[in-house]
């Protein structure tokens, strides 16, 4: 069995954009038959499905909310979610990493390491998160290294 390592630098699960269609993607890969692991933010609703298994990082500031957009908080997460990955491709042999936002950026990073392909999977641009006199118009993107 082909085994997947998604990684998602948003609440999971949480009813919101990203979360959502973060659910749909591993029901579907669940449902043909591959194991995912969920890479994700230590917040959200506690979610149970076969073939998947949720790993969190640690919450040491213990965070309750994220804001939908960039924050300071992000960061923090994204180097977590960083270390955790080099733990789990140390112990688990993965044939794709699958990286969702900036998440895509780790994924890639780990790939190269766990000598697997990558998908880097962009929903939106940060910059349609500001009030400004324009706002950036977002394109979903995903690419396949």
């Not at 118009?137 to 290294?145: K, N």
């Amino acid at each position: 069995m082909k085994k997947i390592l998604l990684i998602s630098p948003q609440p999971f699960f949480q009813w919101r954009g990203s979360p959502i269609r973060v659910n749909f993607n591993i029901q579907a890969l669940s449902e043909l038959g591959y194991s995912v692991d969920l890479l994700t933010l230590p917040i959200g609703e506690r979610r149970e499905m076969e073939g998947v298994e949720v790993i969190r990082v640690a919450n040491p500031f213990r965070i309750e909310q994220i804001p939908i957009g960039p924050s300071l908080y992000k960061i923090f997460f994204d180097i977590l979610i960083l270390f955790k990955g080099l733990q789990l491709i140390r112990k688990q042999n993965y044939s794709i990493i699958h990286g969702i936002e900036e998440a895509g950026i780790i994924a890639v990073l780990l790939s190269r390491l766990a000598a697997c392909k990558a998908i880097f999977e962009k929903h939106s641009d940060p910059f349609s998160y500001k009030k400004k006199f324009y706002k950036k118009h977002s394109v979903d993107c995903l690419c396949v290294c």
